[in-house]
């Protein structure tokens, strides 16, 4: 009796502090997915260091981290350089983002028309000038936080990343024990994981590079200057589920429209992000993700768009490894169920 007692009580216990833990690294997920997911891809050449220098974990463990932030940090910096030399370009030109006084003219005085109200120019522009201190100013404001939150999940991800490579197998270890489970199962679930990182990593960075390439084409073949800057921007917006490609190539397109006024390049290019560019993503994705993992085209597909409505942008990858778990445990379950019969 006193023997269950505690061992309720233990059981309580683990409920009350595993909630209380939960909430405290909630924050903190993202970051310990995305290190978990680098240990997956980068694993090879971290055994591969280990073996070849003979070194101590801890040391192959930290040329590995240092590898991965090289070949991360280092072009995305440059990139974000070119980009902004190209931002700062198209501000100091004498066009810059200013309407054509003309198109401006014209557009109000067809408002005008159609509804049979008195615009003028002054109050367009004042209302638009208010409109954008409205969108523009809280981003300024919330800004600081963003990046130092941003600065934090990068200083998590990359210990996390080095802890994992170093004491991977001895916290593997430690957790198996925990696990009521049989150890082929957790062996599995660890399989399913390494696959279905490979999978949505590789698939996302793929999807975001042929977008990038096929939006910078148009963006060239619509006459407009800043291509590399509008091409990197498609890039990582397209790494961003409901948002996508669609937010760049639709401004640029809008931009044509409105500020340089060519109706048929803004026009050319609207159909080519929506038929091509935006088009493209839900081909990639699930082929890719089916290619390199058991799920389902259609389920691969759905499991990405749930997983972002659900959980945010975490459910990119979070949705893909939920149901490539659950197809996991209904084959094993379909293990044990088909034992007996054996």
Excluded: C
């Amino acid at each position: 009796m006193a023997r269950l007692i505690s061992l309720g009580v233990i059981l309580g216990l683990i409920a009350v502090f595993g909630l209380l833990s939960l909430r405290v690294l909630a924050g903190f997920l993202l970051p310990l997915l995305l290190a978990a997911m680098l240990v997956v891809i980068f694993g090879p050449l971290y055994r591969w260091l280990r073996q070849w220098l003979r070194t101590p974990d801890w040391v192959a463990a930290g040329l590995t981290t240092a590898f991965v932030l090289l070949i991360v940090l280092v072009p995305l910096v440059l990139l974000v350089i070119r980009a902004g030399g190209d931002a700062v370009a198209m501000l100091r030109s004498p066009a810059g983002l200013r309407l054509d006084p003309a198109t401006l003219d014209g557009l109000i005085a067809s408002v005008n028309d159609a509804t049979g109200l008195h615009l003028a120019a002054d109050d367009v522009n004042a209302e638009l000038r208010h409109q954008a201190e409205d969108l523009f100013g809280p981003i300024a404001t919330g800004a600081p936080v963003v990046i130092v939150k941003l600065i934090i999940g990068v200083i998590v991800m990359t210990v996390s990343l080095f802890y994992f490579l170093a004491d991977g197998p001895r916290m593997f270890a430690a957790v198996t024990r925990l696990i009521p489970l049989d150890e082929r199962y957790q062996w599995q679930l660890l399989e399913e994981f390494e696959e279905i990182s490979r999978a949505v990593v590789s698939s996302t960075l793929l999807a975001a590079i042929v977008q990038a390439v096929l939006a910078g084409f148009g963006f060239y073949v619509a006459g407009l200057e800043t291509v590399f800057l509008l091409t990197l921007l498609t890039f990582f917006t397209a790494m961003i589920p409901f948002v996508g490609a669609a937010a760049v190539w639709g401004g640029a397109s809008l931009y044509l429209l409105f500020f340089v006024k060519d109706t048929w390049a803004a026009v050319g290019l609207a159909l080519w992000g929506v038929s091509v560019v935006s088009t493209i993503d839900n081909v990639i994705k699930p082929i890719v993700l089916h290619g390199q993992s058991k799920l389902h085209p259609l389920l691969a597909l759905l499991s990405v768009l749930g997983g972002v409505g659900a959980l945010g942008p975490i459910g990119i990858f979070v949705g893909p490894i939920a149901v490539a778990f659950l197809q996991a445990a209904l084959t094993m379950l379909q293990t044990e169920l088909d034992t007996p019969a054996r």
